[in-house]
């Protein structure tokens, strides 16, 4: 630089500073007066990695994969592996237990296994009404214990944050007359229920139906303001109840058995690359080895498992039509995922002890009170065990074992375990004016925890150190929405525990345990479907694992834990 171009210089600078000094206010204007998205997170119940078509099923998802297909589908995010610990954990952006719900709805008289939604935690809905959003909930509840419609329902939907609710408040039931089956704070019965009066009620029905309404009538009130919706789908959860309509489309589709349904979403996942170096865990039982005389109630087993999925599809594809309608498709994030993965239970698999007799028609205002009806609301016994076959009202029964493998696809292990067939998910974000990338993979890990941080991010709202006068801890995820344009990944550290079963995911690391059994070390880059134990290999690395998650343990509430007096083991 020579001392004659100087002036020149600075008069270039201060050109600039100018044009800088008038831009920045006037950009800041610009991102104030952006709308903020409508924010709709839609989660599903005990279904497997592989169960909907972008992630490798047969299972036909046109409505997810269409928005997979404009959007983005994250390869390895993560749950809870349990229902009531992970709606607590998606709602308040902290771990299960910090929430009060480390294992199911029941007190255990320890802070992080209270069974019921923690004071000390606030919900997305709570922070985001006070940011202006509307919110909505329609589905199941399942984080209080709270169950009774004359008692206290200062846990209930509408008491933490929801404007309006429909839905169940205990995890299961009959989707042909589910029990605590609410609106609002009432509790209703299908054939009482003013609101909602359909041809044929079915809960999947019902929710997407319900959360259409909210769409429409949030739009027709002409409110200028944003909503948050959290849509809780109790499908595929047992049992296995459906529509005939949606059965009849899967008639047959399983008759090959299990290991030829297995490979073909294995290869399909390969194609679509949800999965990468991950290798076909062992079956339970392979199809020949199944009882012949069985086979027909196994398979139908899985064609209405397969149709509850559909079912659930189809009104989500409603949900996406009422958006577009009102144009506010572009501007909604919608987030996909599920509770837990496939489920292992045996329910309903043997013989009904003592069948009700004869039948007695259930009156119109009479509330089932049960969460396995003995009777249908027709008045007929309802039935469990081998060759009642499942599909209507009148039967109770869950999909099994080997099913559950197959929806774990290549994953081992079950809903309630933190090995990768409990707690993967598949996470489909979708947000035109919000996410550039179309039919985008994004390897970044994460864990329901970063809902609540994405919220906070998107609405713009403050999470509070204090609310209603209870101190809040901070929220422990990170939001997903450095990753909606950029795939780059971020090393994470996060941690699981259920009923003893324990992990701790550090980069490509994972340390993790069945219930009072050794630590288990795995690398994920190479082997996501955890076959091949490191832990004698890299005894200082799970040495130091193992340490680390004690000490997390502490500080996010897994200690004491029930039945322990002190602190630790
Ligand atoms: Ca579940």
């Known amino acids: 630089m020579t001392e004659h171009n100087k002036p020149l210089i600075m008069k270039i600078k201060s050109i600039f500073l100018l044009i800088f000094t008038l831009w920045v206010p006037c950009l800041s204007a610009v991102a104030e007066k952006a709308p903020r998205p409508n924010i709709i997170v839609i989660m599903s119940d005990d279904m497997g990695y592989s ?23 994250y390869t390895q995010f993560y749950n809870t592996g349990r229902c009531c610990p992970t709606r ?25 296994y209270r069974g019921t939604l923690s004071k000390n935690a606030v919900t997305i809905a709570e922070v985001l009404k006070t940011a202006g959003y509307s919110t909505y909930m329609a589905g199941k509840w399942h984080i209080t214990t709270q169950l009774g419609p004359d008692g206290s329902k200062e846990s209930w939907p509408r008491q933490r944050g929801f404007d309006r609710f429909y839905g169940t408040i205990i995890g299961a039931g009959s989707f042909f007359d589910p029990w605590t089956l609410t609106r609002g704070e009432k509790a209703i019965t299908p054939d009482n229920d003013e609101g909602y009066q359909p041809e044929q009620y079915y809960y999947t029905d019902a929710i997407s139906d319900n959360a259409v309404r909210y769409v429409n009538e949030h ?31 899967y008639k047959g589709r399983y008759d090959a058995g299990y290991e030829a349904i297995r490979e073909a979403r294995y290869k399909k996942m390969k194609e679509l690359g949800v999965i990468k170096d991950s290798k076909l865990s062992k079956a339970p039982q392979l199809w020949k080895d199944f009882p012949e005389d069985l086979k027909a109630w196994e398979l139908r087993c899985m064609e209405v498992y397969a149709a509850m999925v559909d079912n659930m599809d189809q009104g989500i594809g409603r949900l996406v039509q009422a958006l577009k309608a009102n144009g506010q498709l572009d501007n909604t994030l919608i987030l996909y995922f599920q509770d837990n993965g496939g489920c292992a239970e045996n329910r309903g698999r043997k013989p009904t002890a003592k069948p009700a007799e004869g039948v007695v028609p259930m009156g119109k205002d009479e509330l089932q009170t049960l969460m396995v009806p003995e009777r249908s609301r027709a008045g007929y016994p309802v039935l469990t065990g081998v060759n009642v076959m499942p599909g ?26 933190n090995h990768e067939g409990g707690i993967a998910t598949p996470l489909i974000a979708h947000w035109p004016e919000g996410i550039r990338t179309k039919n985008g993979l994004r390897d970044q890990v994460g864990h329901l925890i970063d809902v609540m941080a994405t919220c906070v991010d998107l609405s713009g709202a403050d999470y509070p150190k204090i609310y ?11 939001s997903l929405a ?13 941690m699981f525990e259920h009923y003893m079963k324990r992990a701790i995911r550090q980069g490509k690391w994972k340390l993790v345990s069945l219930k009072r059994q050794p630590w288990e070390l795995y690398d994920m880059e190479e082997d996501r479907s955890e076959l091949n134990n490191l832990a004698k290999a890299h005894p200082e690395k799970a040495k130091a694992m193992a340490e680390l998650w004690e000490s997390e343990a502490h500080r996010t509430l897994i200690y004491p834990k029930p039945g322990q007096k002190g602190k630790g083991h």
């Open 51 to 73: 169960d909907i078509g972008c992630y490798g099923s047969e299972i036909d998802t046109p409505n997810l994969d269409a928005l997979a297909a404009a959007g983005l589908r």
């Open 88 to 112: 607590a954990s998606l709602l308040t952006g902290l771990y299960a237990h910090q929430a009060g719900i480390g294992q199911m709805v029941k007190d255990y008289g320890r802070p992080g």
């Open 219 to 249: 739009k027709e009130s002409s409110k200028e303001n944003p909503f948050f919706m959290y849509m809780a789908y109790t499908a595929a959860h047992w049992p296995m109840h459906a529509l005939e309509k949606d059965i009849a489309k």
């Open 392 to 417: 209507p009202s009148e039967t109770y029964i869950a999909y099994g074992r080997n099913w559950a493998n197959v929806s774990n696809t290549p994953f081992r292990e079950y809903k309630a375990t």
């Open 468 to 478: 209603k006068g209870y101190k809040m801890p901070p929220m422990e995820g990170m």
């Open 482 to 494: 450095g990753s909606f344009n950029s795939g780059e990944t971020v090393d994470r550290q996060i």
